[in-house]
C-alpha cells in the first residue's frame, strides 16, 4: 500500500498521470488498507485460525457413538468356505479430564484474544503509514501544482522582459 501511495506521489508531477489517476479520497484509506495490505489479510487470516482451534461442545463434553460390522469369509486348506460376520458398537464419554477440557478452552480463547489484539495492532501500524503516505502524495501533489503555476507565471515573465528588451526598455544581462 505504502509502495503505491508513494508511485502516486513520485508520478503526480507528469502531464500523462493526471489523465489515467484515481481519486484517492482520505476516508478510503481505511478500507483499502483492510482490502490490500498483506500484513492486514495475514492477520485476519490468523483470527480466523485461532478461532478455528477453539473447542466446541459436541467434540468436548457430547458422547460420541460409533457402529462397524462385517463379514470374514474364511477358508482354510481343503476344508469348506466358512463366513463369520462381525461387528461392535461403541460409545465415548468425556466424563472428566482433570480439568483439561476447561484449560485448553481457555488456552484456546486467549489465543484467539491475543490474535485479535495482533490484528489491530498490524491494523493500527499500516494504517498509521498509509495515511503517512497519503499526505505524502497530498503534498506532492500540491507541490507540483505550485510549481506548474510558478513555471507558468515565470514564462509569462520572462516572455514581458524580452518584449521589453526587443523594444529597446531594457537591457540583455
Sequence with gaps: MRGLLIALATGAASPGFA????????????????AKNQAVVGAERMIEAARARTGSLDRSFLPSLGAEAGGERLRTGTYA?????????????????GGRDRLDEGLAERRVALAS???????????AAARKAYWKLVSNRETAKLVAEALTQNEKLLEAAKRRI?????TET
Design 19 to 34: 489523465s489515467d489517476s484515481v481519486e484517492l479520497k482520505f476516508e478510503d484509506v481505511p478500507r483499502l488498507v483492510a
Design 117 to 127: 489484539a495482533e490484528g489491530r495492532r498490524t491494523m493500527a501500524t499500516e494504517l
Design 166 to 170: 526587443g523594444r529597446g526598455l531594457a
Design 81 to 97: 468356505d466358512a463366513t463369520q460376520p462381525y461387528g461392535h458398537v461403541e460409545a465415548r464419554v468425556n466424563l472428566y479430564r
